[in-house]
């Protein structure tokens, strides 16, 4: 069986802090798919559509790497049928910690082989969330050194049109 591990968020937007974890994950897996999801608790500016591209765009020149969208369903189901060994996350601060501790602990309840791992991205990334960077963006702030130049792009095409929507 292939060392295959899944990492999954809203990546809204794909930041390259998550390229970071995406890039240590991929010395310790094989096969790593992205898989951008929907969060409950959070309204995604991105559809899932549009973050399934910029992901891809991102992330297309790393081999062992996909990019997949879980349109409804347990991403604890979604680790099984795909034959995932582990989930990675991203955790960048105290304060993640025990959202993660608790998701962690109910996706090993749902599916006992699944073993969730916690990467750190490199310190200059530990403020880096995409909340932050969608608030600046949006109202009009530098971002180009967080995310990727395709990311930029969406991001001032999506201002463009929520300028548009304001007229
Ligand atoms: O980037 P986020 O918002 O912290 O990612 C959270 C995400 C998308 C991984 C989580 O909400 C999720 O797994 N959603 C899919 C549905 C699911 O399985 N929910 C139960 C999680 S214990």
Do not use: W
Not at 140 to 154: A, E, I, N, Q, T
């Amino acid at each position: 069986m292939k060392n295959k591990a899944i990492y999954p968020g809203t990546f809204d937007p794909f930041t390259n802090g998550h390229l970071d974890v995406l890039e240590r994950a991929l010395n310790i897996f094989e096969e790593v798919i992205v898989v951008i999801a929907e969060n409950s608790q959070k309204h995604a500016l991105f559809s899932i559509d549009e973050r399934h591209v910029m992901t891809t765009e991102v992330t297309g020149v790393y081999p062992g790497v996909s990019v997949e969208v879980l349109h409804k369903g347990l991403l604890a189901d979604y680790a099984r049928q795909v034959g995932a060994r582990a989930i990675v996350r991203g955790v960048r601060q105290v304060k993640d910690f025990e959202y993660e501790f608790q998701m962690s602990l109910l996706n090993r309840q749902l599916y006992p082989d699944v073993t969730t791992v916690f990467l750190m991205p490199n310190v200059k990334y530990t403020y880096v969330a995409s909340s932050i960077i969608r608030e600046v963006a949006m109202l009009g702030g530098d971002v180009s050194k967080f995310v990727h130049p395709c990311v930029l792009d969406m991001m001032h095409q999506k201002r463009e049109e929520q300028n548009q929507q304001k007229l």
